[in-house]
């Protein structure tokens, strides 16, 4: 299936230095995964998207991210890499694909955008054909008007956009982005078992304002693990070797970067933690990060032994998650809320 990333950071990121020259890049990771085991489809070959915001405010040229598609294999894009070279940007979307719902063409390529925001996914919607007409339904007239391509990650944006008061505002805070995800969740949860679909759903998500990011870890089961999903923070993402080895390094306890991601950027195990099954990471424009359980039926304390227990070869078959457990979970947070559906 598919994979992304997120950079968030203090100051601009130039685009080659998280997309095409990292040995271990998204870009590289299309035809080369470490994590995934995906032998129906073994390279993310049906078209790729980044999308980011400017550093600079302008006025002219309004605060909507700007996004770059391309239906072709991103490693044989020499666009991308012109483009790469050339922006700097405080915010990146990066999403590679390849395809389960939708065809072959730009509309259906991530990141998905409305006004401020912009939205990826990782996974798949089970049985989507079986609630795709009550999703649409349900949806207002601006957030129907909003699909372009045929895929069920589009309308889940869609269905996300109907969940805000108002997609089309100019500022969102955190806590609206939080609660517009778990509505989504929960009404997908909610057509799933009236459609009397069994199979569980895999939710990756992801969306920004351009200031705020809220990204999901979810399954919609009790007993398997999700698809894979991991962080990094820091003070510097830079190369320490030649060959476009990278590394996260972290002079003080500043996060001046904050990295999310389907599968690692680099090879140093130190520099990644693994996100919990069915949380919620949230990075504030203060650039906090929080790591928060989303309660629901599907929901399993860390404290009971059955969330050691997941099952990892339903993702694993759809090439979302390697059955290894390289890298140690992150521990979550004394005290940490939980968000309930």
């Known amino acids: 299936m598919c994979r992304f990333v997120i950079y968030k950071g203090t100051s601009p990121v130039q685009l080659s230095h998280l997309l095409t020259r990292p040995c271990h890049s998204i870009i590289n990771q299309a035809f080369d995964s470490r994590l995934r085991l995906d032998h129906r489809r073994p390279i993310n070959g049906d078209g790729f998207g980044v999308g980011w915001y400017d550093s600079v405010n302008d006025e002219e040229l309004g605060s909507q991210p700007c996004i770059f598609t391309a239906v072709t294999p991103a490693w044989n894009n020499i666009n991308l890499i012109r483009l790469a070279e050339k922006i700097k940007s405080p915010l990146v979307f990066g999403h590679v694909r390849a395809t389960t719902t939708g065809s072959l063409s730009l509309d259906n390529c991530h990141p998905f955008a409305c006004g401020k925001l912009m939205f990826m996914h990782n996974g798949g919607i089970a049985g989507f054909h079986l609630i795709k007409r009550r999703l649409q339904a349900d949806l207002s007239d601006d957030a129907f008007n909003v699909v372009q391509g045929n895929t069920d990650s589009e309308c889940a944006f869609a269905l996300l956009l109907s969940k805000l008061p108002d997609p089309k505002a100019n500022s969102f805070t955190t806590r609206t982005l939080q609660q517009a995800m778990l509505d989504t969740i929960a009404t997908l ?25 809220v990204a999901t870890r979810y399954i919609s089961s009790r007993h398997d693990e999700a698809a894979s999903l ?11 070797a030649q060959g476009g080895h990278y590394r996260m390094a972290k002079a003080d306890k500043r996060e001046n970067i904050i990295m999310i991601a389907s599968e690692p950027l680099t090879f140093e195990k130190a520099d990644w933690m693994e996100i919990r099954t069915n949380n919620m990471v949230v990075i504030t424009p203060k650039m906090n990060l929080l790591q928060i359980p989303i309660v629901d039926k599907f929901y399993v304390s860390p404290s009971d032994p059955a969330a050691l227990n997941r099952d990892t070869d339903f993702a694993a078959a759809k090439g979302l998650l390697s059955p290894r457990k390289d890298l140690a979970a992150v521990q979550p947070r004394e005290n940490a809320p939980q968000l309930s559906i």
């Open 189 to 213: 949860n909610l057509y799933a078992e009236e459609a009397g679909i069994t199979e569980p759903s895999l939710m990756n998500f992801c969306v920004t304002d351009g200031e705020s990011v």
């Open 230 to 240: 991991w962080f990094s923070s820091g003070t510097t993402f830079s190369e320490y």
